[in-house]
């Protein structure tokens, strides 16, 4: 079955330094990725996505995210994180045509100011 | 931008009543629409998918009789959860996919349930 795996559930980093969240997805097929955002008490925000072209997306408040085929993998970096950036992060792929959203387990990000 | 409009932001009810949520999109049409299921601390979970003039495509694993789901027009679509219990306290959030020129979906604020 298709999946999306987060492996890190828990980080915690001091303001200024750089980030690096991992996705990884399990089928073979054609994908689109996507990761999101959920500040606390509000609601999912895109950050950035991919369906073809340049594998190094830059998305909002300076995120990036590079596709590697070949390790089926979207990792979300930043290189300096703000306390502001503290948040639960989601890595979402969709497959072939398909409009249906999976989603990681999430990835909850505390920044220490 | 698009807008789904999702209600209640949170109910709660006790044990053995039914709640329906309801999602519209505001400024646009929605043919299709996902209902998820988020436990705390957990990820989204997708239940089903709505469509507008048919019968919802539900998970595995997803009961259909106790959570129905209509699509009743072009703008809204509802998730009623029957005869709910405790464990079907969760969040629930709905999200419609954009057209085909735009690949943004568009969340709902989504609905905290709890059952008493």
């Known amino acids: 079955a298709q999946s999306v795996s987060q492996h890190n559930h828990h980080v915690i980093l001091s303001e200024a330094a750089s980030l690096e969240l991992g996705c990884n997805y399990s089928?073979?097929?054609?994908?689109?990725l996507f990761w999101y955002v959920q500040y606390p008490g509000q609601h999912l925000q895109l950050l950035l996505k991919y369906f073809s072209g340049d594998p190094l997306v830059k998305g909002i408040k300076g995120f990036e995210a590079e596709f590697i085929k070949s390790k089926f993998s979207f990792n979300l970096r930043k290189p300096s994180v703000q306390w502001s950036d503290t948040a639960e992060y989601f890595c979402a792929v969709t497959r072939d045509s398909s409009y249906k959203l999976i989603f990681g387990s999430g990835t909850r990000l505390l920044v220490r100011p | 931008g698009a807008v789904v409009s999702q209600h209640p932001s949170w109910v709660i009810c006790k044990s053995g009543t039914s709640v329906k949520i309801e999602c519209r999109s505001l400024d646009f049409q929605a043919t299709t629409m996902f209902w998820y299921r988020q436990f705390p601390k957990q990820s989204l979970m997708l239940m089903a998918t709505s469509n507008e003039g048919s019968k919802a495509t539900y998970e595995q694993g997803v009961e259909k009789d106790k959570f129905l789901i209509n699509h009743a027009s072009l703008t809204l679509s509802t998730l009623t959860v029957t005869s709910a219990h405790p464990e079907d306290s969760s969040f629930y959030i709905c999200?419609?996919?954009?057209?085909?020129?735009?690949?943004?979906?568009?969340f709902g604020s989504g609905t905290r349930l709890t059952v008493v």
């Open positions: 089928y073979g097929g054609t994908v689109n």
């Open positions: 999200s419609a996919p954009p057209g085909t020129a735009n690949y943004g979906y568009t």
